[in-house]
């Protein structure tokens, strides 16, 4: 019996690789390189199967050119890469890998959000560059994070993951705004009160952003939400870029309208707006919330997992349409 061809998009570890062999016709990218759309399009004709990163974009005239696809299984919980609805529309099934980071992904917000804070960066910088001659009263005082108010817009697993470590960790009282409230019994033991999103910005002494993205929340927060924040506030986004307008931000933190921000992702990237390079009170990391051996292992091993299911008449673990599995 000939075995279904796959396409793995980007490289990843030997070992997931070695044992999507095992099931499948593997194509891969070793060298890691960054595809034209047109050239991800060519890469997957006669495939079966896609395994892809945040990075591939999945859309209607990628599905179009290859209507042999039965599967995408993306490497990452956010999927604003995937046209989620043409894929349900041609009967492709959508995979992503949540739960596997959470927790990681939360100890990394929380980690950029007290590094802005406590400005580490900046002091990191300074001590670099050989500027450090003497101690100072007053040298990178930042804001305490224990006993502070955090407010989190996008309370799902991620985020309920940072409010626990702010609640049970460090004393914050938690505020949060989501499209839905949580149930009482999530909330309570976290002490964490659904505010409208206005509040939030006006409220918070730390605010981190973890909402998925979709067209409805690009530039959710720009100068108008940047305006309401207190002066001694900070940002932090986790989430992805385009929830936050870079320009805005880059702005209001030259002018210190807000004290510092931490972002692991931005607008273009992994182009980053000049503005922000140009400021010091930014944490600038490079898109690695979930990058550690063990998450990222697992994420790997989780795409693989449901491309393997999906393609051999199993059933895969992290479906984002399962609807499309009644179908076959
Ligand atoms: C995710 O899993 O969505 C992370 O952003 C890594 O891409």
């Not at 070992?15 to 070793?30: G, S, Y």
């Not at 956010?78 to 992503?96: M, P, Q, S, W």
């Amino acid at each position: 019996m000939t075995r279904p061809a796959v396409l793995v998009a980007r490289a990843v570890f030997p070992e997931v690789l070695a044992r999507l062999r095992t099931h499948f016709e593997v194509d891969d990218n070793p060298d890691d390189v960054i595809w034209s759309p047109g050239e991800l399009s060519q890469r997957l004709r006669g495939k079966a199967g896609a395994y892809v990163t945040g990075s591939e974009r999945v859309d209607a005239a990628l599905l179009d050119a290859n209507p042999q696809l039965r599967a995408v299984c993306n490497m990452a919980v956010g999927y604003n890469n995937i046209d989620v609805d043409a894929c349900t529309e041609r009967g492709v099934l959508v995979t992503n890998t949540p739960d596997v980071l959470t927790e990681t992904t939360a100890d990394f917000g929380f980690a950029l959000m007290m590094a802005a804070a406590r400005r580490m960066a900046e002091g990191e910088h300074y001590l670099r560059a050989g500027r450090w001659t003497k101690w100072r009263y007053d040298m990178f005082t930042g804001s305490d994070v224990h006993g502070a108010t955090l407010g989190i817009l996008g309370m799902g697993r991620i985020g309920q993951g940072i409010a626990r470590r702010g609640a049970l960790g460090f004393g914050m009282r938690v505020i949060y705004h989501n499209r839905s409230r949580l149930d009482p019994a999530v909330e309570q033991p976290l002490g964490a009160r659904w505010v409208d999103k206005d509040t939030l910005f006006r409220e918070a002494d730390h605010v981190v952003l973890v909402l998925p993205y979709s067209p409805a929340a690009h530039h959710a927060v720009g100068a108008r939400e940047i305006a309401l924040m207190k002066p001694t506030a900070t940002l932090t986004n986790v989430a992805r870029g385009g929830i936050v307008d870079d320009a805005a931000l880059a702005q209001a933190l030259r002018e210190q309208r807000i004290a510092a921000a931490a972002l692991d992702v931005f607008e273009g990237e992994p182009k980053v707006h000049p503005g922000l390079l140009e400021v010091p009170n930014v944490v600038l990391t490079p898109h690695i919330a979930s990058a550690t051996v063990a998450t990222r292992r697992a994420m790997a091993d989780l795409a693989a997992d449901n491309l393997i299911a999906a393609l051999t008449g199993g059933v895969p673990p992290t479906p984002v349409n399962p609807q499309v599995l009644g179908g076959r």
